[in-house]
């Protein structure tokens, strides 16, 4: 497993990172969940990403468990705080800085994370005080760096500007062949500034590994047929789409890679990307997507997948 410097950290990352949104502790069951963890581990995966709202606590919860046996330096954890976890808590005000963060430490059974990420930009709270809490929990040790989730450019620039305050070193937008947006704006102001991206969707909610076909209804088991997983791949669903990322297989096959190693191979052809999160319910998933780590592919192949989805996104 290729690993990555993250951002200015002194973190260096598999550049496969194993994620725990839509599955662990919600639409998979634990002894699933576990048996992905265990794999991921064995594929030399080291980093993992969660955040409070998965689950309400859940998947923190799961992780907790599941972490508890492995040493604390073996693995590079990362979760993320924004999202109402109920009627009154939510967003990046000092208070719920420093409340759901011993939150999250609690129910991940550790002192300290190493990643600390705002899960979406507050316009509610003042950013400096935002950006002052973050920082002391930094100093107070129970982060070790902060990063962000869909930021603007301007919002991460507004948040360097701030004087005294600890810099990002990670954003995590969503990135893959399907959803392009990051690169004209926050992959640049990000590589000008010492942050890496860690990609979420990097398989556009499963619809890059080519299992949906436009003429037949979505596989059973699949995330699109799941009601806890499915409800954010509706927008993918559609006939165009589909049919483009079908015309993507045999390009892939030239590479010598299946559709999902070729897909995340292509997230990390981008140099600013320090690891592409991979959500898997079985270890086979764990195993096909880890190997892209190692995938060398002729930038030409590239081009072509590029031009055949540009007119279906």
């Known amino acids: 497993m290729n690993k990555r410097q993250l951002g200015s950290s002194d973190l260096h990352v598999s550049d496969i990172a194993l994620g725990s949104w839509l599955t662990y502790g919600v639409g ?50 990362a979760t993320k705080l924004f999202f109402p976890m109920d009627a009154d808590n939510r967003g990046l005000s000092r208070e719920q800085i420093e409340k759901q963060l011993d939150a999250s430490l609690k129910r991940l ?38 990063g962000f989730s869909e930021w603007t450019a301007p919002q991460i620039e507004a948040a360097l500007a701030i004087t005294g305050a600890e810099k990002f070193v990670s954003s995590q937008p969503q990135y893959s062949l399907l959803w392009r947006e990051p690169e004209a704006e926050v992959i640049p102001t990000s590589a000008t500034n010492g942050i890496s991206q860690i990609v979420w969707s990097p398989l556009a909610q499963g619809v890059l590994s080519g299992k949906y076909s436009p003429d037949a209804p979505p596989p059973e088991g699949s995330r699109a047929t799941s009601d806890e997983m499915g409800g954010y791949i509706g927008g993918l669903m559609k006939r165009p789409v589909l049919e483009a990322v079908q015309q993507l297989k045999p390009i892939a096959a ?60």
């Open 28 to 77: 998979v069951e634990a002894d699933h969940a576990r048996r992905c963890l265990d794999t991921a581990f064995d594929e030399g995966i080291n980093f993992i990403d969660t955040a409070n709202v998965y689950g309400n606590g859940a998947a923190e919860t799961f992780l907790g468990d599941a972490l508890k046996n492995r040493p604390r330096d073996s693995y590079i954890l």
């Open 109 to 146: 059974n550790t002192n300290y994370v190493d990643l600390y990420q705002c899960h979406r930009f507050d316009e509610e709270t003042p950013l400096e005080e935002t950006m002052d809490a973050l920082s002391e929990a930094v100093r107070s040790g129970k982060t070790r760096y902060i």
């Open 254 to 313: 030239e590479a010598g890679l299946s559709l999902p190693q070729f897909a995340l191979a292509w997230v990390l052809r981008e140099p600013n990307v320090a690891a592409a999160i991979i959500g898997a319910s079985r270890p086979e998933q764990v195993i096909e997507n880890a190997a892209a780590s190692r995938a060398k592919v002729d930038p030409a192949l590239f081009a072509n997948a590029e031009a055949i989805v540009a007119g279906a996104r």
